[in-house]
């Protein structure tokens, strides 16, 4: 068989199996661009294998593997130009691959003609071959950005827009509900398709966030897979939260890593525009009810039972109301990859001596009471309980009821909590009165012995420890701020998506950016002897220099996201998605002991309480299982110099 022309290149690769593993196809020509590309599509052991074969300078190679059903097809693709090789993999469907094979001899075809070193086409100008962001299947297409885009895990695009929004979008009402005119919508998808590289901030909000839903709509494929789509409806009727908020983990695991990705970044879009409902009047109701239809589909509708289809739209947006609620709950994957799994050093001896029952739903902060030497524990459902730091008894229960409880901390005689949707100041005393109420959602708060800190989307509020009263304002403008950490320094760290802020914790100005300091998301700040730690969703813990800004170590430290850390003196323990919680030396970085599986679900908090008058050293350990355990340690009391960190909490 012998290919003699372009129209010929164009075979069926559904009709490759004709010609035998040994047979060799004659190629036509295309001259002297010093381009060369190879195709090659993985399939079964048994798959054949035919070679296309160029004469001298050729510009195009393809090795093709055949599999024996070829309902889909891989193929890698190699662009070497010059001394730069570009590579990256797509899988689609044969009638896609044949298509892209196409557009790449086009392409090197339009670079032949007296073609020269400085002809050869840049990283940026060869987006080989041209695969358009909306209509490509998400996986294939992630494959593809890969080449010019190896550290992101979204489309470029698409990472572009959610910023605006959180920059723009969030005050902005009717939210994903006003539409604008197609023709706008349908000119941009098409500069898109061409090129991502896109300027949005002079387009209206409105329109991005059409472009988002647009994108979503028109994906070949789901987000949520329609295989799952019986299973996601039935998460409703599952008995309980929990087991529902596990069986949605169980299905996003499931899905293809660009699809939790997308997913999980538009959720958590959804959630922080719910929580400035007040202005944008988009709840997660209205959010759900806009994207359910889209995000999952039932792949085999009975179109004849109008009653039917109704009935499940409404199920589709119960649950897509849950995953807004918990959508930091459904991404903690667990890898088998830097597990450690070597025995306990007997030598430490810590060990579970409590375990507090009593929250129905995840715990995800806590802090003690100085005056009283009280634990506070918030969770999801909006409930406060506090237990005797010494005994573990269960001492009294605030339902605070204004949304998830995301932050607490204790100075100057009162609890600060910050929750989804206010902030809120209790007297620690025995009453505890509430003193005083701030609407808007707090993502993480910090103390300097002057003020206190919230952090709310993408802007920092300081509140008076003296009058409880709101001094100032400033706003990043980079994306949500999660995790904050005032320093001995007097300086304030920040975490903002995998990015980390330093700012002066005076007059609250940034001074300094580690960019991509975490390749996902930051989740957690200490200061331990001098040194800063931080852990993200990349399972690493990083070490950094606070004068130089240098990362100093990073540790494999989790097969999972790490969620929490806390310094005990010399040690450091990291707690994690599956669980786990690892113990560390934290001079030489060497792990001491491995946990696993201390709890059923996330490790969420780790409190380090030090009793002067025992001299012992407990850790109160949160987790989204709703459970508290209470931990022995042999600690002893520490030097004065490791009282004064602010990660250790003394009593």
Known sequence: MALNNSTQFNIQLSKLSEVKSSGELSSRRISSARSAALLRESGSSNSLLQTVQL???PISNFLIQKNEDFTTAKMSVKIFAGERIYEYQI???????????????????KYDKNSNDKNIPDKKKINCPSLPAFGSHLVTFMDYQRLKYPSLDIPFFLNNAIHILYRKGLGVEGLFRTDC???????VIETINIDQEIEFESYEVNLIADLIKEYVQTLPETLVLSNFYHTFIAVDELPNRKVKIETLRKIVSLLPLAHQSVLQKLLALFFQISLNSSLNLMTKENLAIVFAPIIVKNPFPDLTNVKLLVREVQIITKVLILCIEEFEHLFIRSTTENLNTSQPNLNQPFEIIKSLNGHEAAIQTATLDFANDFVWTGDDLGKIRIWDADSGIFMHEIAVNKGLIK?????NGCIWVGTSNSLLIFEDKDEYKLLKEFSGSILALAATDEAVIASWDTRLTIYSINKLEEVEKCNLGSGPIRVSLVTSTDKLWLGVENH??????????????ILNAHEIRVCCLIEANNFIWSCGFDNAVKIWNQETLNCLQTISAHGSPVLT???FGTHI?????????????????EMLQDFHRCHEDAITFILAIWNTKKIICRAWVASFDSVVSVWSTNYKLLPTKFLKTNNLTII
């Open 407 to 411: 932050a607490l901390i204790s100075t």
């Open 91 to 109: 899988e689609h469907t044969p009638t896609q691959l044949r298509a892209i094979a196409d557009r790449t001899l086009k392409l090197l075809k």
């Open 573 to 589: 323990w990291t707690g994690s998605g599956d669980g786990s919680i690892k113990i560390w030396d934290a001079s030489t970085c």
């Open 565 to 567: 850390l806390a310094a």
């Open 500 to 513: 980390i802020f330093i700012c002066n914790a005076k007059n609250f100005t940034r001074e300094h950016t």
């Open 181 to 187: 005119t197609k023709t706008k919508l349908r000119k």
């Open 55 to 57: 004469p001298a300078e």
